[in-house]
């Protein structure tokens, strides 16, 4: 299926597979990429050192495009952008909106920038300052997120840019990247459904979790780290949103002190990155902290499978999802899908009726 998104980033299906912290790592990546879409490596979790690795062992996989997520206000985002452009990766996505000077920076080395939004403002302001393509993520999404259904988010950027929008936030079939399609998107981006693959390295247990749960287990919770964060409800999410704000406080410089020890970045680093975090939106110093945090409660969960201690980042989808299809197998059956739902479409709007 060939789509503006295809056509920008030379992958065979108008597919992405989202940049995912601790999930979306090189398997998963190289696995999707062979099957024809576009998988991101998420970087925010990684050092720099363990992105390049991650990189190259994506590239020793798999001759197929493949991208990049980071967090635009990192403190060392432009060694990370460096990184990309040796390396020749196809796609740079961000968590947050790049600058503009990052954005050109990009540009001139070749590389496609794919900012993630939440609101239309957001992808007006990228679109104008250079964004080939914008991922727009509905409030249905896994992770932080919105409180702006992809419904409605989708077609409002939809009309609002003149560069290729790709619709996340609720999707796991065909039914639905047709759905995105009529909206106007270029294509579809998943995250959980990646997740529930058998190509993810998510430890079974914790897939176990996830296909176990219905659409009313996902909930939206700031007791993580202070902003929206859309995730399977658990004991520990209960735990954390009852603990008063004095143990949460001392919980998240505990586990902050762990994610240091484990990542090797420096305080110093993670204060910078906590006041990049800071800076512009309503967050308290009590929230900075909590939020350096949440890397540490994703990964006990993703990586070690301590689904009591950890948490688990889902998009409501979760509740529909019920199998562990291989990345091939789960691209295949959206393109299947996707050309059965739009054989009933049009069959749908035939005047015989046939
Ligand atoms: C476990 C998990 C971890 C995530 N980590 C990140 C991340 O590190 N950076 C990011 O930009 N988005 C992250 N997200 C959001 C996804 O990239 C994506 O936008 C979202 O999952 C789409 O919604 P869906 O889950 O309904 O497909 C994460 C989502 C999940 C489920």
Known sequence: MRTALTDLVGVRHPVVQT??????????VSATARAGALGILASATMTAEQLRTAVREVKSRTDEPFGVNLRADAGDA???????????VKVASFALAPSKDLIAELKDSGVVVIPSIGARRHAEKVAAWGADAVIV???EGGGHTGDVATTVLLPQVADAVDIPVIAAGGFHDGRGLVAALAYGAAGIAMGTRFLLTSDSTVPDAVKACYLAAGVKDVTVTTAVDGLPHRM???EMVAALENAGRIRALAQAVRRAAGFRRISKI???RMVRDGLAMKHGKDLSWSQVLLAANTPMLLKASMVDGRTDLGVMASGQVAGLIEDLPSCAELVERVMEEAYTALGAVSGAMSPSGD
């Open 19 to 28: 940049g995912m912290g601790w999930v979306a790592g090189p398997r998963l």
């Open 78 to 88: 432009r060694e990370r952008v460096r990184i990309i452009v040796d390396e020749g």
């Open 137 to 139: 993520q509905g409030g």
């Open 232 to 234: 399977l409800r658990t």
């Open 266 to 268: 420096g305080w110093s």
